[in-house]
């Protein structure tokens, strides 16, 4: 394998390096990209979960790789129950310390300055106060960031590389299972008996907040049951750079 020309800080990332480590990288287990991750960045990067079967492979993967490894999640206050009791299972099954990032507002605070269920009447700002602004205050010490992306995902991920510059955020975003299927992240949950989220099992491959997600039909894109009936399709968080 090439040598990679190091990426010192969040604040250079040199697009060649970028391209270089996307070459070395497109055909490596998530192991390897997390391996290089750490070694270029340290305790500075972190991991992103919304507690979807990808986020269940790729924390255990970290969890291998670096025992103790921080795992952040937005907790917008409005998940499901059954997500926020998967988090105490992967507590006791993985060795990965959680970090639980919060709004500004509480949901009544946020009622009373813009109305009630925002997510009805404008999603967008809606994630914007529960998800993007917290998420770009907790990454703003941060170098990289690593997310469960994959292409196979939606048609607005099928172009996702591997590593990339977030030029919103000001970090590195890793993508370790790009190029994995949804068949391959079953295969990996039951091979090494991972617990998750028992809303897969009824219908729900893409989980969010319980107001903006819905089981999908049989035929569906696995992301149709997020913001059913409206154009919109991402929370905001993985903007193009």
């Known amino acids: 394998m090439a040598t990679t ?25 998530p192991d390897q990209i997390l391996r290089k991750g750490h070694e270029l960045f340290g305790e500075k990067m972190v ?31 409005l998940l499901f129950d059954e997500t926020y009791e998967l988090i105490g299972r992967i507590e006791q099954r993985m060795n990965v310390r959680f970090e639980r990032v919060l709004p500004e507002l509480s949901l009544e605070e946020q009622a009373a ?4 269920k925002l997510w009805e009447t404008q999603p967008d700002l809606c994630c ?11 990454l703003s010490d941060k170098e990289a ?22 030029s919103h955020l ?26 998750y989220n028992p809303l897969h099992d009824q219908g729900y491959p893409s989980i969010g907040c319980f107001p903006c997600t ?12 997020r913001w059913a009936g409206s154009s919109k399709t991402e929370c905001g968080i993985h903007k193009p750079s």
């Open 214 to 225: 819905r089981p999908v039909q049989d035929g569906e894109d696995i992301r149709a049951g």
């Open 5 to 29: 020309p190091s990426l010192s800080s969040a604040s250079d990332h040199p697009e060649h390096s970028l391209d270089q480590l996307n070459r070395d990288f497109e055909k490596s287990a």
């Open 128 to 138: 914007e106060i529960r998800k993007v602004r917290p998420l770009k205050a907790f």
């Open 47 to 77: 991991l992103s979960t919304g507690f979807g079967a990808s986020g269940v492979v790729l924390m255990h993967q970290l969890s291998l790789v670096t025992p103790g490894a921080t795992v952040f999640f937005l907790d917008t206050g």
């Open 113 to 116: 300055e813009h109305g009630e």
């Open 170 to 195: 000001g970090v590195i975003k890793i993508s370790p299972l790009a190029t994995w299927t949804e068949e391959d992240i079953w295969t990996y949950i039951r091979l090494n008996e991972l617990p």
């Open 145 to 166: 960031w690593i997310t469960a992306i994959r292409r196979d995902q939606s048609p607005t991920r099928k172009d996702t590389p591997v590593f990339q510059k977030d």
